[in-house]
């Protein structure tokens, strides 16, 4: 195998198949649809100018980007100290809207921008071990080593292929039309309202992957294991907003005050987080795909298969900070581990490459892709493919 | 200090799933629960190319040995580098490096340090310190060698008047020859110090042929405990004259008879990189396992076929679950051809490969 500095390694020595490694060349068994038009040559020079763009922005990424992220992690301790410190006086109506806004902002900032982006490894490159995909823990149920592997690694290795990336559905919703329609589906709008207010702990569930274990997947052993860390992980959230800080707000009259305030802020939290993680692969115009789409897949198309099957949102920079620059989804999904602050620069860029090869590159302003995603979602509660 | 601790347990229902410390740093950057770090208190040019760097360490640190060394974390373009430095300090005293440009991470320390910067830190460890029980000593250094022995100077020479030291120091020029000024005054005012300054570019290099130099500074050098320090070289010459030594009388080099031993001090030892195309024998630590790898089969492919339990994911970069220790080493990240190799460091073991012989702690 040659190595020069873009090409990528493939399944070394080719002596036995791994699981999950890429192709060296070639086409898989089906092309998805939006893609059919590609030959195997320009799904390869695709996938060249991305890695190019990867490489460029690797050669470009140093002390801005760690000055960045410090930047982030300090606005996030200031808004949470601040937050809760007003939340302690809460009887005072001012001190309760202020609390509980700057607790809100601090725990979307805690569990997207920080959280998502630093346990995807975005800033492992710094070495520094206050700021570690390995040492990092988020203000989010679900312990961060669990959400590591259903999200890194099984979501954005399958991502929208059905059957295999869980993600589409979450294992309560049907969102895509490939999928048996069963008569609890009719259910599919109000289970969706129901989870937006408690979406961590909805995630904090699915990440157990208990269809795993009982299809005798996921060890015994496993499954105690994320049971234990799970319940730690309860344990201490819990505590932290419903018992300490209420407890503590009581010394001046707040309590009750303090204990809506938190959760307030969990809800506010959680709302944001499924509207805008719904905006990334369920609006219309993104694509899922089968099993034999991805068989024998290349780089390049797997480079094709993240842009066609996720969706940006189109807004300020205060919005897309808000969003943990997720509303850069397409950018993110292409290059899960480039740091965050670059996803703007190189969006025109992937732009451009989507329009020259012909793939749709879906974008919209928040309200029309959070609009499109629940239409997903009332359509699918009946049987049939909508048109 | 237990008190502290307590509150610190307290406050951490508050500060969940961070630390109370992680706030303390907003005001303090001194504070970290995971990374102990000091701040730089004062920089002090030595000669052209090397500077003193004084810090206050905070919790965690503790006092060192005249003679050890510290692992300090330094920051090159938003990426934490490691590298070992001598405590040039003496015992007792707030701790200080003293660092000579010599690459990239020195380079910077010389040329950048600011008090009030942070310093990534280690705690002082290292067995190059003074005998036990005193003992006429004589020192041997070369460079940036005299580091380590200079502590142990301010150590001893000042307090200890039963104090007994000869020191050999060899340097380029006079210019470049570190604490020259404060050596001359301690062995103006101390009779129990000898200095001898030796100046390569005049002098040419010490001859470690045989004993006959270092005999006419030091005559009486078989009865003294000798430490060296300095370049790859130096240390190599020394101690093929110390074992050739040894062989010829042996009734002198017995450690009873007190004389005649050498404590050497190495900065380095150079990693057998070769170009990095090459590969080399991967040691897997804790399974106990050593395969002969090419330079382009990912580490983790290496691994599992030696049948270690390797952590993996993605298999191809971008999911972070397959990070592993890297003990020692170099290894080549296969997307960008980038070779690195610090110790600790976490590596991707899905997209790289040796680059010459690697340590794994798995």
Same mark, same amino acid.
């Given at each position: 195998?040659?190595?020069?500095?873009?090409?990528?390694?493939?399944?070394?020595?080719?002596?036995?198949?791994?699981?999950?490694?890429?192709?060296?060349?070639?086409?898989?068994?089906?092309?998805?649809?939006?893609?059919?038009?590609?030959?195997?040559?320009?799904? @390869?020079?695709?996938?060249?100018?991305?890695?190019?763009?990867?490489?460029?922005?690797?050669?470009?990424?140093?002390?801005?980007? @760690?000055?960045?992220?410090?930047?982030?992690?300090?606005?996030?301790?200031?808004?949470?100290?601040?937050?809760?410190?007003?939340?302690?006086?809460?009887?005072?109506?001012?001190?309760?809207?202020?609390?509980?806004?700057?607790?809100?902002?601090?725990? %979307?900032?805690?569990?997207?921008?920080?959280?998502?982006?630093i346990?995807?490894?975005?800033?492992?490159?710094?070495r520094?071990?206050? %700021?570690?995909?390995?040492?990092?823990?988020?203000?989010?149920?679900?312990?961060?080593?669990?959400?590591?592997?259903?999200?890194?690694?099984?979501?954005?290795r399958?991502?929208?292929?059905?059957?295999?990336?869980?993600?589409?559905?979450?294992?309560?919703?049907?969102?895509?039309?490939?999928?048996?329609?069963?008569?609890?589906?009719?259910?599919?709008?109000?289970?969706?309202?129901?989870?937006?207010?408690?979406f961590?702990?909805?995630i @904090?569930?699915?990440?157990?992957? %208990?269809?795993?274990?009982?299809?005798?997947?996921?060890?015994?052993?496993?499954?105690?294991?994320?049971?234990?860390?799970?319940?730690?992980?309860?344990?201490?959230?819990?505590?932290?907003?419903?018992?300490?800080?209420?407890?503590?707000?009581?010394?001046?009259?707040?309590?009750?005050?303090?204990?809506?305030?938190?959760?307030?802020a969990?809800?506010?939290?959680? *709302?944001?987080?499924?509207? *805008?993680?719904?905006?990334?692969?369920?609006?219309?115009?993104?694509?899922?795909?089968?099993?034999?789409?991805?068989?024998?897949?290349?780089?390049?198309?797997?480079?094709?298969?993240?842009?066609?099957?996720?969706?940006?949102?189109?807004?300020?920079?205060?919005?897309?900070?808000?969003?943990?620059?997720?509303?850069?989804?397409?950018?993110?999904?292409?290059?899960?581990?480039?740091?965050?602050?670059?996803?703007?620069? *190189?969006?025109?860029?992937?732009?451009? %490459?989507c329009?020259?090869?012909?793939?749709?590159?879906?974008?919209?302003?928040?309200?029309?892709?959070?609009?499109?995603?629940?239409?997903?979602?009332?359509?699918l509660?009946?049987?049939?493919k909508?048109? | 200090?237990?008190?502290?601790?307590?509150?610190?347990?307290?406050? =951490?229902?508050?500060?969940?799933?961070?630390?109370?410390?992680?706030?303390?740093?907003?005001?303090?950057?001194?504070?970290?629960?995971?990374?102990?770090?000091?701040?730089?208190?004062?920089?002090v #040019?030595?000669?052209?190319?090397?500077?003193t760097?004084?810090?206050?360490?905070?919790?965690?640190?503790?006092?060192?040995?005249?003679?050890q060394?510290a692992?300090?974390?330094? /920051?090159?373009?938003?990426?934490?580098?490691?590298?070992?430095?001598?405590?040039?300090?003496?015992?007792?005293?707030?701790?200080?490096?003293?660092?000579?440009?010599?690459?990239?991470?020195?380079?910077?320390?010389?040329r950048?340090?600011?008090?009030?910067?942070?310093?990534?830190?280690?705690?002082?460890?290292?067995?190059?310190?003074?005998?036990?029980h005193?003992?006429?000593?004589?020192m041997?250094?070369?460079? =940036?060698?005299?580091?380590?022995?200079?502590?142990?100077?301010?150590?001893?020479?000042?307090?200890?008047?039963?104090?007994?030291v000869?020191?050999?120091?060899?340097?380029?020029?006079?210019?470049?020859?570190?604490?020259?000024?404060?050596?001359?005054?301690?062995?103006? #005012?101390?009779?129990?110090?000898?200095?001898?300054?030796?100046?390569?570019?005049?002098?040419?290099?010490? $001859?470690?042929?045989?004993?006959?130099?270092?005999?006419?500074?030091?005559?009486?050098?078989? !009865?003294?405990?000798?430490?060296?320090?300095?370049?790859?070289?130096?240390?190599?010459?020394? /101690?093929?004259?110390?074992? #050739?030594?040894?062989?010829?009388?042996?009734?002198? =080099?017995?450690?009873?008879?007190?004389g005649?031993s050498?404590?050497?001090?190495?900065?380095s030892?150079?990693?057998a990189?070769?170009d990095?195309?090459d590969?080399?024998?991967?040691?897997?630590?804790?399974? $106990?396992?050593?395969?002969?790898? $090419?330079?382009?089969?990912?580490?983790?492919?290496?691994? /599992? !076929?030696?049948?270690?339990?390797?952590?993996?994911?993605?298999?191809?970069?971008?999911?972070?679950?397959?990070?592993?220790?890297?003990?020692?080493?170099?290894?080549?990240?296969?997307?960008?051809?980038?070779?690195?190799?610090?110790?600790?460091?976490?590596? #991707?073991?899905?997209?790289?490969?040796?680059?010459?012989?690697?340590?794994?702690?798995?």
């Open positions: 195998m040659s190595v020069t500095t873009t090409s990528r390694p493939a399944a070394a020595g080719t002596t036995k198949p791994r699981p999950g490694a890429l192709a060296d060349s070639g086409s898989p068994l089906v092309r998805p649809p939006a893609a059919a038009h590609l030959t195997d040559e320009q799904v @390869a020079e695709l996938g060249r100018e991305l890695d190019a763009i990867r490489d460029d922005i690797l050669s470009k990424r140093g002390a801005s980007d @760690a000055a960045y992220i410090r930047r982030m992690v300090k606005i996030q301790r200031g808004l949470e100290l601040s937050g809760r410190a007003a939340l302690l006086v809460s009887k005072n109506k001012g001190a309760w809207v202020a609390g509980t806004t700057l607790l809100s902002l601090s725990k %979307i900032m805690a569990s997207m921008e920080l959280g998502h982006n346990l995807h490894g975005q800033w492992d490159w710094m520094d071990p206050d %700021i570690h995909s390995t040492t990092w823990e988020w203000d989010f149920v679900t312990p961060a080593r669990s959400w590591q592997h259903t999200h890194n690694d099984l979501h954005h399958w991502t929208n292929v059905v059957g295999k990336d869980r993600d589409v559905g979450y294992n309560l919703l049907r969102m895509d039309p490939d999928q048996e329609w069963k008569p609890f589906n009719l259910g599919n709008p109000i289970y969706n309202a129901l989870l937006a207010p408690v961590e702990w909805g @904090a569930l699915y990440d157990l992957e %208990i269809p795993e274990y009982k299809e005798g997947l996921k060890s015994k052993e496993a499954m105690l294991k994320d049971l234990k860390s799970l319940g730690r992980k309860v344990v201490t959230q819990f505590t932290k907003d419903y018992a300490a800080t209420p407890a503590l707000a009581m010394l001046t009259g707040s309590g009750k005050q303090a204990l809506v305030g938190t959760l307030t969990n809800a506010v939290r959680n *709302v944001w987080a499924h509207a *805008v993680i719904f905006c990334g692969h369920f609006p219309e115009g993104t694509d899922t795909f089968t099993e034999e789409m991805v068989e024998g897949e290349t780089r390049g198309d797997w480079y094709v298969r993240q842009m066609i099957g996720s969706a940006n949102i189109s807004g300020s920079k205060f919005m897309h900070l808000m969003t943990g620059n997720l509303s850069h989804q397409i950018e993110h999904h292409l290059f899960p581990d480039l740091p965050s602050n670059r996803y703007a620069e *190189v969006a025109p860029r992937v732009r451009e %490459i329009q020259r090869y012909g793939l749709k590159y879906t974008t919209g302003p928040l309200l029309k892709q959070v609009g499109s995603s629940w239409a997903k979602v009332f359509k509660a009946l049987p049939g909508p048109a | 200090m237990i008190r502290l601790r307590r509150l610190a347990n307290a406050a =951490s229902v508050m500060t969940t799933p961070f630390t109370p410390e992680d706030f303390l740093a907003l005001f303090n950057p001194v504070f970290s629960s995971r990374q102990l770090r000091g701040v730089v208190t004062r920089v #040019q030595e000669t052209a190319e090397s500077a760097i004084f810090f206050k360490p905070g919790r965690g640190w503790h006092a060192h040995l005249a003679g060394w692992r300090i974390g330094v /920051e090159l373009d938003g990426v934490r580098h490691w590298r070992s430095y001598s405590l040039s300090a003496a015992a007792g005293k707030n701790p200080a490096i003293t660092v000579t440009n010599m690459g990239a991470v020195s380079g910077t320390l010389v950048d340090t600011r008090p009030g910067d942070i310093l990534f830190l280690a705690p002082p460890q290292g067995d190059f310190v003074l005998p036990e005193p003992r006429p000593l004589l041997l250094t070369a460079g =940036s060698g005299i580091t380590p022995v200079m502590s142990m100077i301010r150590t001893l020479i000042p307090r200890r008047p039963d104090a007994d000869v020191l050999i120091h060899s340097s380029r020029t006079p210019g470049e020859s570190l604490f020259r000024e404060e050596l001359a005054e301690l062995a103006d #005012q101390f009779p129990n110090f000898r200095l001898a300054q030796w100046f390569t570019r005049r002098q040419g290099r010490m $001859d470690f042929s045989s004993m006959k130099e270092i005999e006419e500074i030091c005559p009486d050098w078989s !009865d003294r405990a000798a430490y060296a320090c300095g370049p790859e070289g130096f240390l190599d010459d020394a /101690e093929a004259l110390w074992n #050739q030594t040894a062989l010829a009388s042996p009734d002198a =080099s017995t450690e009873a008879s007190g005649c050498l404590k050497i001090e190495r900065f030892t150079s990693l990189g070769g990095g195309r590969g080399g024998l991967v040691t897997f630590e804790s399974s $106990d396992r050593e395969v002969q790898a $090419d330079g382009a089969t990912p580490l983790l492919d290496v691994g /599992e !076929d030696a049948g270690v339990l390797m952590p993996s994911g993605c298999r191809m970069g971008i999911c972070h679950s397959c990070l592993t220790p890297l003990l020692s080493g170099n290894v080549r990240d296969l997307r960008t051809g980038e070779v690195s190799g610090e110790p600790g460091q976490l590596i #991707q073991t899905c997209v790289s490969a040796a680059a010459g012989p690697v340590n794994l702690e798995i």
